[in-house]
């Protein structure tokens, strides 16, 4: 299970990296405790090791990937949530 943990926090830390400047300080300091509450449709994707495209294309044909349903912005943004992110690597969700 710590294996697991660490390899999640490791997607999570890749994901993060490369993107906006604020974000590349948080990915040197990334738990899981520290994530943001909503993720990015990339950041998401990365920790699920699938493609963006994956994950917006079982938004649009089913309404969610794999049960996890974003919250979507009014520009059209999907933006999705730590604590389904933690349910589908196995963790448990305080």
């Not at 990296?17 to 449709?41: H, I, K, N, S, Y």
């Not at 994950?55 to 794999?66: A, D, E, F, L, S």
Request: net charge positive; proline share 4%; aromatic share 4%.
């Amino acid at each position: 299970m710590i294996a697991k943990r660490q390899h999640a926090i490791n997607l999570i830390k890749a994901a993060l990296q490369g993107f906006v400047p604020e974000r590349c300080q948080m990915a040197r300091q990334t738990t899981l405790d520290t994530l943001p509450d909503l993720l990015t449709t990339r950041e998401f994707a990365v920790t699920q090791r699938c493609a963006e495209q994956t994950v917006r294309k079982n938004y649009c044909t089913k309404g969610h990937h794999h049960g996890a349903k974003p919250l979507k912005q009014p520009s059209g943004r999907l933006l999705w949530r730590k604590s389904d992110l933690l349910k589908l690597l196995g963790e448990e969700v305080a």
